[in-house]
Protein backbone atom coordinates (compact mmCIF):
# COMPACT_ATOMS: atom_id res chain seq x y z
CA UNK A 1 0.00 0.00 0.00
CA UNK A 2 0.77 3.28 -0.49
CA UNK A 3 2.41 5.70 -2.97
CA UNK A 4 3.04 3.25 -5.91
CA UNK A 5 6.98 3.20 -6.81
CA UNK A 6 6.49 4.63 -10.52
CA UNK A 7 5.68 7.73 -8.92
CA UNK A 8 8.89 8.20 -6.66
CA UNK A 9 10.98 11.01 -8.27
CA UNK A 10 14.78 10.51 -9.35
CA UNK A 11 16.97 10.20 -6.06
CA UNK A 12 13.93 9.32 -4.12
CA UNK A 13 13.67 7.00 -1.61
CA UNK A 14 11.02 5.01 0.04
CA UNK A 15 11.11 4.79 4.06
CA UNK A 16 7.90 3.91 5.50
CA UNK A 17 4.85 3.25 3.88
CA UNK A 18 1.53 2.11 6.18
CA UNK A 19 -2.12 2.26 6.96
CA UNK A 20 -4.17 3.76 10.02
CA UNK A 21 -4.06 1.57 13.26
CA UNK A 22 -5.96 -1.69 12.94
CA UNK A 23 -8.11 0.05 15.80
CA UNK A 24 -10.36 2.03 13.21
CA UNK A 25 -11.60 -1.59 12.13
CA UNK A 26 -13.00 -2.37 15.65
CA UNK A 27 -16.25 -0.49 15.50
CA UNK A 28 -17.13 -1.85 12.15
CA UNK A 29 -16.42 -5.69 13.40
CA UNK A 30 -18.33 -4.86 16.70
CA UNK A 31 -21.09 -3.37 14.36
CA UNK A 32 -20.83 -6.39 11.59
CA UNK A 33 -21.47 -9.06 14.69
CA UNK A 34 -24.37 -6.91 16.15
CA UNK A 35 -26.84 -6.40 13.25
CA UNK A 36 -25.89 -10.36 12.36
CA UNK A 37 -27.11 -11.49 15.95
CA UNK A 38 -29.77 -9.17 16.15
CA UNK A 39 -31.37 -10.10 11.94
CA UNK A 40 -30.89 -13.59 12.84
CA UNK A 41 -32.81 -13.16 16.09
CA UNK A 42 -35.32 -10.93 14.28
CA UNK A 43 -35.40 -13.61 11.66
CA UNK A 44 -35.82 -16.55 13.58
CA UNK A 45 -38.45 -15.42 16.16
CA UNK A 46 -40.93 -14.24 13.59
CA UNK A 47 -43.68 -16.76 14.07
CA UNK A 48 -44.13 -19.26 10.98
CA UNK A 49 -48.15 -18.42 11.36
CA UNK A 50 -47.64 -15.54 11.17
CA UNK A 51 -49.56 -14.00 7.27
CA UNK A 52 -46.68 -11.57 6.82
CA UNK A 53 -43.61 -13.86 8.09
CA UNK A 54 -42.08 -14.33 4.76
CA UNK A 55 -42.18 -10.55 4.02
CA UNK A 56 -40.56 -10.36 7.44
CA UNK A 57 -37.78 -11.91 7.02
CA UNK A 58 -36.80 -10.96 4.12
CA UNK A 59 -37.50 -7.02 5.27
CA UNK A 60 -35.33 -8.21 8.35
CA UNK A 61 -32.70 -9.59 6.31
CA UNK A 62 -32.54 -6.55 3.73
CA UNK A 63 -32.08 -3.85 6.63
CA UNK A 64 -29.42 -6.45 8.04
CA UNK A 65 -27.40 -5.98 4.64
CA UNK A 66 -28.35 -1.95 4.76
CA UNK A 67 -26.68 -1.59 7.93
CA UNK A 68 -23.84 -3.97 7.32
CA UNK A 69 -22.95 -1.83 4.30
CA UNK A 70 -22.72 1.48 6.10
CA UNK A 71 -21.24 0.75 9.16
CA UNK A 72 -18.96 -2.25 8.57
CA UNK A 73 -18.02 -2.42 4.85
CA UNK A 74 -17.76 0.82 4.56
CA UNK A 75 -15.57 1.76 7.31
CA UNK A 76 -13.32 -1.01 5.99
CA UNK A 77 -13.49 -0.09 2.75
CA UNK A 78 -12.06 3.35 3.56
CA UNK A 79 -9.78 2.13 6.20
CA UNK A 80 -7.56 -0.49 2.92
CA UNK A 81 -7.77 2.61 0.65
CA UNK A 82 -6.21 5.16 2.92
CA UNK A 83 -2.22 5.08 2.78
CA UNK A 84 0.57 6.88 4.43
CA UNK A 85 4.12 6.96 2.35
CA UNK A 86 7.34 8.56 4.10
CA UNK A 87 10.06 8.90 1.58
CA UNK A 88 12.79 11.19 1.54
CA UNK A 89 11.58 14.03 -0.07
CA UNK A 90 7.86 13.95 0.58
CA UNK A 91 5.22 12.55 3.44
CA UNK A 92 2.03 11.65 1.27
CA UNK A 93 -1.07 10.79 2.51
CA UNK A 94 -3.82 9.04 0.10
CA UNK A 95 -7.35 8.25 0.62
CA UNK A 96 -11.39 7.58 -0.77
CA UNK A 97 -13.37 4.63 -1.99
CA UNK A 98 -14.70 6.20 -4.90
CA UNK A 99 -12.95 9.30 -5.62
CA UNK A 100 -9.28 9.69 -4.50
CA UNK A 101 -7.74 12.70 -2.37
CA UNK A 102 -4.01 12.88 -2.16
CA UNK A 103 -2.11 15.33 0.37
CA UNK A 104 1.39 15.70 -0.09
CA UNK A 105 4.32 17.66 2.60
CA UNK A 106 7.58 18.61 0.87
CA UNK A 107 9.90 17.09 3.32
CA UNK A 108 11.76 20.29 2.89
CA UNK A 109 9.02 22.88 3.88
CA UNK A 110 8.33 20.66 7.33
CA UNK A 111 8.51 23.13 10.10
CA UNK A 112 7.68 21.63 13.22
CA UNK A 113 6.28 17.46 13.98
CA UNK A 114 4.52 16.76 16.96
CA UNK A 115 2.38 13.79 18.24
CA UNK A 116 -0.58 13.29 20.78
CA UNK A 117 -1.75 10.44 22.27
CA UNK A 118 -4.34 9.21 24.58
CA UNK A 119 -4.11 6.32 27.49
CA UNK A 120 -5.47 3.93 25.23
CA UNK A 121 -3.45 4.69 22.21
CA UNK A 122 -0.30 5.11 24.23
CA UNK A 123 -1.26 1.05 25.39
CA UNK A 124 -1.90 0.38 21.79
CA UNK A 125 1.11 2.60 19.92
CA UNK A 126 -1.00 4.74 18.15
CA UNK A 127 -1.78 8.27 18.26
CA UNK A 128 -2.49 11.47 15.60
CA UNK A 129 0.44 12.78 14.03
CA UNK A 130 0.59 16.44 13.42
CA UNK A 131 2.68 18.49 10.67
CA UNK A 132 3.17 22.19 10.25
CA UNK A 133 4.46 23.25 6.64
CA UNK A 134 5.50 26.63 4.77
CA UNK A 135 3.38 25.10 2.34
CA UNK A 136 -0.03 26.07 1.12
CA UNK A 137 -1.27 23.17 3.64
CA UNK A 138 0.08 24.90 6.83
CA UNK A 139 -1.19 22.28 9.56
CA UNK A 140 -2.48 19.25 9.20
CA UNK A 141 -3.59 16.14 11.54
CA UNK A 142 -3.46 12.94 10.83
CA UNK A 143 -5.29 10.25 13.21
CA UNK A 144 -4.40 6.61 14.23
CA UNK A 145 -0.71 6.52 13.11
CA UNK A 146 0.42 3.26 14.08
CA UNK A 147 4.13 2.81 16.14
CA UNK A 148 3.94 6.99 16.23
CA UNK A 149 7.01 7.67 18.08
CA UNK A 150 8.71 5.75 15.28
CA UNK A 151 6.99 7.53 12.71
CA UNK A 152 7.85 10.99 14.18
CA UNK A 153 11.26 10.19 14.65
CA UNK A 154 12.19 9.48 10.82
CA UNK A 155 10.20 11.96 9.82
CA UNK A 156 11.93 14.57 12.02
CA UNK A 157 15.34 13.04 11.26
CA UNK A 158 14.64 13.55 7.50
CA UNK A 159 13.66 16.90 7.82
CA UNK A 160 16.86 17.84 9.70
CA UNK A 161 18.94 16.41 6.75
CA UNK A 162 16.76 18.07 4.21
CA UNK A 163 17.65 21.18 6.19
CA UNK A 164 21.28 20.25 6.55
CA UNK A 165 21.34 19.62 2.64
CA UNK A 166 19.79 23.25 2.43
CA UNK A 167 22.73 24.83 4.28
CA UNK A 168 25.38 23.60 2.44
CA UNK A 169 24.11 24.11 -0.66
CA UNK A 170 23.53 27.81 0.31
CA UNK A 171 26.54 30.52 -1.07
CA UNK A 172 26.43 32.25 2.24
CA UNK A 173 27.18 29.59 4.82
CA UNK A 174 29.99 28.66 2.61
CA UNK A 175 33.30 28.10 4.83
CA UNK A 176 35.59 30.90 3.98
CA UNK A 177 38.88 29.21 4.83
CA UNK A 178 37.40 27.24 1.63
CA UNK A 179 37.29 30.05 -0.79
CA UNK A 180 39.12 30.57 -4.17
CA UNK A 181 42.63 32.31 -3.98
CA UNK A 182 42.14 33.21 -7.26
CA UNK A 183 39.08 34.92 -6.31
CA UNK A 184 40.93 36.87 -3.51
CA UNK A 185 43.48 37.92 -5.92
CA UNK A 186 41.35 39.10 -8.16
CA UNK A 187 39.86 41.10 -5.98
CA UNK A 188 42.94 42.17 -4.96
CA UNK A 189 44.24 43.32 -8.49
CA UNK A 190 40.79 45.11 -8.99
CA UNK A 191 41.63 48.09 -7.09
CA UNK A 192 40.96 51.21 -9.16
CA UNK A 193 43.41 53.80 -10.25
CA UNK A 194 42.55 56.44 -7.50
CA UNK A 195 43.83 53.38 -5.33
CA UNK A 196 46.76 52.70 -7.14
CA UNK A 197 47.68 56.70 -7.81
CA UNK A 198 47.38 57.05 -3.47
CA UNK A 199 49.49 54.05 -3.68
CA UNK A 200 52.05 55.51 -5.38
CA UNK A 201 51.98 59.05 -3.86
CA UNK A 202 52.37 57.39 -0.38
CA UNK A 203 55.40 55.83 -1.98
CA UNK A 204 56.86 58.90 -3.41
CA UNK A 205 56.39 61.29 0.30
CA UNK A 206 58.25 58.78 1.69
CA UNK A 207 61.33 58.93 -1.32
CA UNK A 208 61.28 62.73 -1.11
CA UNK A 209 61.66 62.63 3.06
CA UNK A 210 64.37 60.14 2.97
CA UNK A 211 66.11 62.30 0.16
CA UNK A 212 65.76 65.26 1.93
CA UNK A 213 66.87 63.61 5.65
CA UNK A 214 70.53 62.96 3.13
CA UNK A 215 70.88 66.64 2.31
CA UNK A 216 70.81 67.70 6.08
CA UNK A 217 73.55 65.32 7.01
CA UNK A 218 76.14 66.49 3.98
CA UNK A 219 75.29 70.38 5.36
CA UNK A 220 76.81 69.04 8.24
CA UNK A 221 80.27 68.31 7.50
CA UNK A 222 82.96 69.45 9.78
CA UNK A 223 84.93 70.91 7.37
CA UNK A 224 82.48 72.79 6.05
CA UNK A 225 82.78 71.78 2.34
CA UNK A 226 80.25 71.01 -0.23
CA UNK A 227 79.70 67.91 -1.24
Same mark, same amino acid.
Given at each position: ?????????????????????????????????????? %???????????? *??????? $???? $??????????????????? /????????????? %? /?????? %???????? #?? /???????????????????????????????????? #????????????????????????????????????? %????? /??????????????????????????????? *????????
Amino acid at each position: MGLPDRHLTAGERRVLSFQPHRKQLLGPLVALVLIAAA %SGAAIYFIPSDF *EYALHAR $VGAG $VLAVILMTIWSFVPYLQWT /NTAYTLTTHRFTA %S /NGVLSK %SIDEIPIA #KV /NTVSSDQSFVERLLGSGTLTIESAGEHGRLAFRDIP #KIQDVRAELFRLTEEAAGEDDASDPEHADPEHADPEH %SDAEH /NDAGPADRAGHADVLAGAGDAKGAGGGGDAD *ERPDGRVP
